[in-house]
């Protein structure tokens, strides 16, 4: 009995400090609002600001790792996919927690050549809504965020599957851009 009574002690206690152990920002930016301004190293080591893309569609995806199955997948299509990005005057940035220095690895060995930016302390990917911090590892989660040529939230994607989600995008670019 006294073995029951500490399961169900520990159990309460780990369902009440999950929420904290699992901590991360869940309030992303509403669509209509304005894109939270940032200013992050890309894998050549150039810093890229938001700011520099008013006038142009960006699509901001946050991924989890650099080399990872879903992740390469995910980032395969974005790049197939660039011409058609740049037709609808569109760039792609992709942000992962991971180091410029496994960006730069990740594009040379994966033939990207997109932006992907290295948000170490996880601040941008807080921001956004998409970071997941467990202790001593942290990770943005798969979300993306449309934002118009105006610097505003246009479209969000919390529930992404690698395999299709650059053409959703380009879907969802061309019902935003005749609206």
């Known amino acids: 009995m006294l073995r029951i009574v500490l399961f169900a002690i520990v159990v309460i206690v780990l369902l009440l400090l999950l929420p904290r152990l699992v901590s991360g920002s869940r309030t992303m930016p509403a669509v209509g609002s304005v894109a939270p301004e940032f200013k992050l190293p890309s894998q050549d ?67 990207l050549n997109f932006k992907l930016l290295a948000d170490r302390d996880g601040r941008v990917s807080k921001v956004y809504g998409s970071l997941t911090n467990l202790g001593v590892v942290k990770f943005a989660q798969r ?23 650059s053409a959703e995008v380009l879907a969802g670019l061309d019902r935003l851009r005749k609206e």
């Open 45 to 111: 080591g150039s810093l890229i600001a938001l700011i520099d893309y008013r006038g142009s569609w960006v699509v901001l995806y946050f991924y989890p790792k650099d080399q990872t199955p879903g992740c390469t997948r995910e980032a395969h299509n974005f790049q197939a996919d660039q011409a058609k990005y740049a037709e609808r005057h569109a760039i792609v940035l992709g942000v992962s927690v991971d180091s410029v220095d496994s960006h730069k690895k990740f594009c040379a060995k994966e033939g």
């Open 143 to 165: 979300h993306t965020f449309i934002i118009d040529p105006a610097g505003r939230i246009a479209k969000v994607y919390t529930s992404v599957d690698p395999e299709r989600h």
